[in-house]
């Protein structure tokens, strides 16, 4: 018997959906669009799968909380089960989306989003659904075209927007993973929330750094993509 989130997971209603586009932002990193049927507080995720012989797997909504059309944000895990197919997807198939849920949930207080690769989707919702304001967003991925959608965050959040590229370098870009970025900030502003998202092993260290740097832990919030 299936326990815990996984249970809860598969025990989700899911409805058919036609895909109304599907676009490659970079090297094998997707958004896929739907109509946006159901209400959502920007972070919620949302449970999709191809067909019911798979599992449905969880995805950030990336897309604004007013904006007709629901997106999400995925890369394609090669030896996956569900992300290669999603990628195969063309116009008007069938994918099958839960409602939004989530506790992952932005507002407008100051704080620091912190993102590795793909983990950038629930910041871009909220900077989208109008929370942007009092943020600073610290982007971590491996080479220079890991910063999806940069292009928006630089417009709305200028120099309070840190791409951290761990193996190129770049304009801009600090040279370096996001944790070394971390080590080297003498002052956090102990009075901010700090956002966290992406893979456990990312996750778990950004927390480290930030308790030992004074951080409160009540002011970290986790959403961790396994
Ligand atoms: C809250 C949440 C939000 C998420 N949001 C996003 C998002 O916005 N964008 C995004 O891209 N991803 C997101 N994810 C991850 C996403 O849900 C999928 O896990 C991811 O897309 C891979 O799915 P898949 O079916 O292709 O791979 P899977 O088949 O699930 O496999 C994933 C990896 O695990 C390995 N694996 C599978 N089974 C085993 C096993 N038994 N033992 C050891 N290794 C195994 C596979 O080889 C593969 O490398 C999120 C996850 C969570 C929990």
């Known amino acids: 018997m299936d326990t815990g989130l996984s ?13 109304i586009r599907l676009k490659e932002i970079s090297s094998e990193v997707f958004v896929i669009s739907i109509n946006r049927n159901h209400d959502f507080l920007p ?3 949302v449970a999709v799968t191809t067909d019911f012989s798979i ?11 007013k904006e007709k059309e629901l997106s999400i944000l995925f890369n394609v895990k090669h030896d996956g089960t569900l992300s290669p ?4 997807l063309k116009k008007d198939d069938t994918l099958f989306v839960s409602f939004p849920f989530g506790a992952f ?3 407008d207080k100051p704080a620091w989003w912190i993102a590795a690769g793909t983990g950038i989707a629930p910041y871009r919702s909220m900077l989208r659904s109008g929370l942007g304001n009092n943020k600073t967003l610290i982007h971590g ?34 040279n370096g993973r996001l944790t070394s970025w971390l080590q080297n900030q003498e002052d956090l502003p102990l009075d901010h929330l700090f956002y966290l998202c992406g893979s456990a092993e990312m996750v778990v260290e950004v927390r480290d750094i930030l308790i030992g740097k004074g951080v409160d832990i009540d002011r970290i919030m986790s959403e961790i993509y396994f």
């Open 55 to 65: 599992p449905p797997r969880l995805y950030s909504i990336c897309s604004g909380n």
């Open 141 to 174: 991925g491996r080479t220079t075209d890991s910063f999806y959608f940069s292009d928006e965050m630089t417009a709305f959040l200028s120099d309070r927007y840190i791409r951290c590229c761990s193996q190129q370098s770049g304009e801009g870009l600090y």
């Open 7 to 19: 249970g809860f997971i598969k025990k989700l209603p899911l409805q058919a959906q036609p895909l």
């Open 85 to 88: 197919k999603m990628a195969q």
């Open 105 to 107: 949930l932005g507002d």
């Open 43 to 45: 972070g919620q995720v």
